[in-house]
């Protein structure tokens, strides 16, 4: 089998290329029997909930997703963070102190890094083990991973604006659901809730929208001076927010039932895309090799400009991997879909792309 071959595969077996894509790639008389024998064995007794969506757990609330508000993480690590999502993405800081930074993500969102995150020797044992695996299949097919390195911190919970938004509905609707809404307001503007998912990952449910959330510049400083000098670069997208968890089949049907993400092409693997109104998308998959539950296993922004050489560059400089991504698309200056795959100071796994909100079809 060719690299390129099994570059396609690995994409699809990562759910990154659709099935779809993949045929199209390689031609669907010739790979339609291999597709099967080769990605078979890798998804046999790893992945379950394999098969057809389950139906929704409640009644659609018809809210739509009009912001990303913020994204919520603990690291261990907190100034190198920090610092990373400031030089190298160019988020603006609106504060930064020992125990926690708020940055904006371009003018479309938000983060909130929270210092204190130490990881068990049980957690780290376990993605040592699934490390492991992923090289050794990698070695299989003549392909070698980067250096493992632990993750360091976590997202723990995100919050998303929807509309229409009413407090008292929004939280009658909820329970209605079973959900146990949890109020969370903060001054005169903000009103929230939390809610658990199907695997417990705390979502958070705002007023937040176009008109009410950060109409003040960021104007905030980094409380130590940077190491390293700002790209050029413009964080313009959110590629996809990568959710793994127990059971796809529960899990998107949640998402769609109560904050009206809409699944875009079918399963790939134990896989599902999801289009997040024009705020960006999601790609749910089936959690392999690492505890229960549900997490975030890395973020894709698109920016902008994209150069291939510059962004590799700026990555290794800060002593991040640069592994190419091109959804098997072949090299990444000649590919439709570019992107490297990379690891933050504290281990969480990042990916920039070239895609922007006018060229999602590249992705998606």
Known sequence: MSNEQNTLL???????????KLLKALGAAAVLAPVTA????????????MG????APFKPTGWKTVLLDHLSCKVA?????????NTLLNWAVRSDSAQES??????????????GYQPSADQVALEKAEYDRRAALASA??????PFMPRNGVFDNFCWGIEPWDARKVEAALKER????????????FESFHVKDPDGFD????NGNRHNRRTTPARGHLSTAPPFAHTDWKTVWIDHISIQCSDYRKTVPFYQALLGWQPTEGVQGTAKLLNISDIGGAIIRNRIGIGQGARIDHISYGIAPFNPAEVKAELEKRGMPASVDTNGEGPIETAAYKSYNTLTPNGLGLQVSNVTIATREASF
């Open 10 to 20: 690995e994409a699809f077996d990562g759910g990154r290329l659709s099935r779809r």
């Open 38 to 49: 080769l990605t078979m064995p890798v998804l046999r007794g790893e992945q379950t909930g």
């Open 52 to 55: 057809p969506l389950e139906p």
């Open 77 to 85: 690590d907190l100034q190198k963070e920090t610092d990373c999502y």
């Open 102 to 115: 708020v940055l904006d993500i371009g003018d479309f969102g938000g983060i909130v890094i929270r210092s």
């Open 141 to 146: 097919r003549g392909r070698k991973l980067d």
């Open 178 to 189: 079973g959900l146990d809404p949890v109020a969370d307001n903060h001054g005169h503007d």
């Open 203 to 206: 979502i958070q449910i705002s």
